[in-house]
C-alpha cells in the first residue's frame, strides 16, 4: 500500500496506450460501498475479500488485452491472511491466484512515505507485513510457475517506467 502503483501505471499507459488499465478491485469496493478499511468488522473483512476476488478476476477475464492492473491476487491473499478464520478465504484466494499466469509482475517496495489517502489503511507496520505477504507470495508464484517474470521496480516514476519497458 501507499508504494506508487497507480502513479506508476498512470505514467506506463501514457507511453503504451494500447494497454488498459484495470483499476484495483479492492479501491472499486471501497468506494462503490463506502467501506472503511481502517474500521471494518472481520466478518466483514472475510466477504470483503471474497467480493474483492471476484471484482479482480471478472475485470481480468473480460478485460481485452493488453492490460495492466496495480493490484494481483499475491496482494489480495496478502490481505486475506487477516480475516477471521481465514482458512477458507485463504483457500478461495489461493484457488484463483495458483490458476492465474501474468505474463510480467512488477513489484514495487515501499520506498516513499506511507500517504493517508482517506482509504488506504495508515499503519506503517502493517504495511511491511503486507509487503513481506507480497513477496512470500510472489517467491511461491515463481516456483510454480517459472515462466512468469517478477520484476522489481525502484526509483522515480520516470525510472520505473523505463524498466518496465525494457520488459514489455
Known sequence: ???GKTTFIEAFTKELPEYTYIKEAARELIEEKNIDVNNISWREL???QKQIVDRQTINEV???APWITDTTFSDTLAYAKDAPDCEWIVDYVESYYNKKIYD????IPPEIELEDDGV????EEYRMLIDERIKYNLHSLAVKHP???IITLTGSVRE???IA???I
Do not use: C, G, P, W
Open 147 to 149: 515462466n512468469v517474470e
Open 120 to 123: 488506504r489503511h495508515t499503519d
Open 1 to 3: 500500500m501507499s508504494v
Open 62 to 64: 473480460f478485460t481485452k
Open 104 to 107: 510480467v509482475i512488477f513489484y
Open 46 to 48: 472475510a466477504n470483503f
Open 165 to 167: 519497458l525494457k520488459h
Open 160 to 162: 520505473r517506467v523505463d
